[in-house]
């Protein structure tokens, strides 16, 4: 796989600016009810690395559980990434980004906790919670 370039994103009031490097042209979705309820529906999110974010004054950071940690923007409210506490795991929901890329959705999480009332009609990898959790070593 050739080296993806860094893309920019930003919040909806422009208080905070983002650069990440997509790890991958893929997209996942969460489907567990945290990120269903942070955000109202699944959270489609990219992979990335070297994830640089300027206006750290607007950005809040709420501990979701032990291991993770979600970050908005204090002014407009705008989802701008997941992380794990530990091990490096950084996903940027896919909207904060500018451009539509050539994004694929490869990947859906939680499965097992997608309600009934929506699907998507791509071909996934679907995982579990469990075996979510079992891919981290995690319970």
């Not at 920019?8 to 489907?31: D, E, F, M, W, Y």
Request: charge should be negative.
């Amino acid at each position: 796989m050739s080296e993806l370039s860094p893309v920019n994103g930003h919040c909806l009031c422009g208080k905070v600016c983002l650069t990440a490097t997509p790890k991958s042209q893929h997209l996942g979705a969460c489907h567990c009810d945290m990120c269903r309820r942070w955000g109202g529906g699944p959270l489609l999110v990219v992979d990335c690395e070297n994830v640089e974010v300027s206006g750290d004054d607007s950005v809040g950071i709420y501990a979701s559980s032990d291991w993770a940690e979600r970050g908005f923007c204090k002014q407009c409210g705008t989802h701008l990434f997941y992380r794990l506490k530990e091990g490096g795991l950084y996903a940027v929901p896919v909207g904060v980004l500018d451009g539509d890329s050539h994004w694929q959705l490869a990947e859906q999480v939680f499965i097992d906790s997608k309600p009934g009332y929506y699907s998507f009609a791509e071909k996934t990898r679907n995982l579990t919670g469990e075996e979510l959790f079992a891919q981290f070593g995690a319970e």
